[in-house]
Nanobody
Framework: EVQLVESGGGLVQAGGSLRLSCAASGFRFDDYDIGWFRQAPGKEREGVSYFNHGDGSAYIAVPVKGRFTISANLAKNTVYLQMNDLKPEDTAVYYC?????????????????WGQGTQVTVSS
């Protein structure tokens, strides 16, 4: 059974930090890229970041560039999203997503599996 389990969300003040984790199981980790999406209340789900297994590179969306970083522990089949200098506009449910092959952009239609989501709330 494929599972993507997120953890690490919570309530933090503006300027604070959180680290999200996505633990993957039930599929061959090397065959999939893992990405992060988020959905704020009343807004569409948007891509935040992805980790490319092929060359170890990472993509960070413009709204969070310079504040968020993505990394992976391949031995643990886990991908992390380190979020620093959080802003109230970062408040959203954050979803881990797996795409067979390589992400080239963060299109919702490319995602094969979704996690259940973890709430991040940033207070001003």
């Amino acid at each position: 059974e494929v599972q993507l389990v997120e953890s690490g969300g919570g309530l933090v003040q503006a300027g604070g930090s959180l680290r999200l984790s996505c633990a993957a199981s039930g599929f061959r980790f090397d065959d999939y890229d893992i990405g992060w999406f988020r959905q704020a209340p009343g807004k569409e789900r948007e891509g935040v970041s992805y980790f490319n297994h092929g060359d170890g590179s990472a993509y960070i969306a413009v709204p969070v560039k310079g504040r968020f970083t993505i990394s992976a522990n391949l031995a643990k089949n886990t991908v992390y999203l380190q979020m620093n200098d959080l802003k109230p506009e970062d408040t959203a449910v954050y979803y881990c997503a797996a795409r067979w092959g390589r992400f080239t952009s963060l299109n919702l239609s490319d995602v094969n599996y979704w996690g259940q989501g973890t709430q991040v709330t940033v207070s001003s």
